[in-house]
């Protein structure tokens, strides 16, 4: 069974401009998490999805948003980039009623 | 406002020797607690968890004991292993809540010495 898969590994942008992270979920997970992992930092819940739903959000401004498509993958935008944007950006998916969340592998955003 | 705190940003332990990673929390409504690792360039994974109407839950050689007066979690692996080494990272839940987000602590660099 495929896990949860992001892209890109690796993103390189320069400070404001956007950036896109996609996440796929395993096979028939509904809800998908977003994280934040800055360097020094723990995990820092940023969005969660559920049957295509924001359902909730973590201390963060507007320009991080999100979305659910219809196949349950999910997207997350940061727009007008900030250098301390850069970090490791975790995705998870779970069942809608459990909470072990499993893992994707992350993105590495750095904002030049 | 930090509401799931891991006060060690690093262990040192010796093969064979019992590691305990230690967690506090804030919100009196978690009521679910769960333990992740995390090795470099790969993202968190599950590794056990503990509801609050237990205090202890055991499996293999990880163990993790909650004292919900202390609003105090740790997690034991005994004996540790060098593949052991790695962050871990306590989450809280509510799972009465309207969202099954988790808060995260900053993380315990466990490492294993051979």
């Known amino acids: 069974e495929a896990g949860v898969t992001q892209s890109p590994t690796h993103l390189i942008k320069t400070r404001g401009q956007q950036a896109t992270l996609?996440?796929?979920p395993i096979s028939g997970h509904t809800s998908v998490y977003?994280?934040?992992q800055a360097l020094g930092l723990g995990l820092q819940f940023l969005l969660w999805y559920d049957e295509?739903?924001?359902r909730n959000r973590g201390n963060f401004p507007p320009r991080f948003s999100g979305r659910q498509f219809p196949n349950y993958s999910s997207e997350l935008n940061v727009n007008a980039l900030e250098l301390e944007d850069s970090a490791l950006y975790l995705c998870a998916s779970s069942l809608a009623i459990q909470d072990e969340a499993f893992f994707g592998q992350g993105t590495r955003l750095t904002v030049v | 406002d930090q509401q799931v705190k891991q006060n060690s940003p690093s262990l040192s332990v010796q093969e064979g020797r019992i590691s305990i990673l230690n967690?506090?929390?804030t919100n009196s409504m978690f009521d679910y607690f769960l333990w992740y690792k995390k090795y470099?360039?790969?993202g968190p994974t599950f590794l056990i968890s503990i509801s609050?109407?237990?205090d202890k839950n055991e499996?293999?050689?990880f163990t993790v004991f909650l004292n919900k007066s202390a609003?105090?979690?740790s997690l034991h692996i005994v004996p540790s292993q060098p593949g052991d080494s790695a962050v871990y990272f306590c989450a809280a839940s509510s799972l009465g809540s309207s969202g099954s987000r988790l808060t995260f602590g900053e993380g315990t660099q466990l490492t294993v010495n051979p």
Do not use: M, N, V
């Open chain 1, 22 to 24: 996609r996440c796929s």
């Open chain 1, 34 to 36: 977003w994280y934040q």
């Open chain 1, 52 to 54: 295509g739903e924001e």
């Open chain 2, 23 to 25: 967690c506090d929390y």
């Open chain 2, 40 to 42: 470099p360039a790969e």
């Open chain 2, 52 to 54: 609050s109407i237990k």
């Open chain 2, 59 to 61: 499996d293999g050689r």
């Open chain 2, 71 to 73: 609003k105090h979690l």
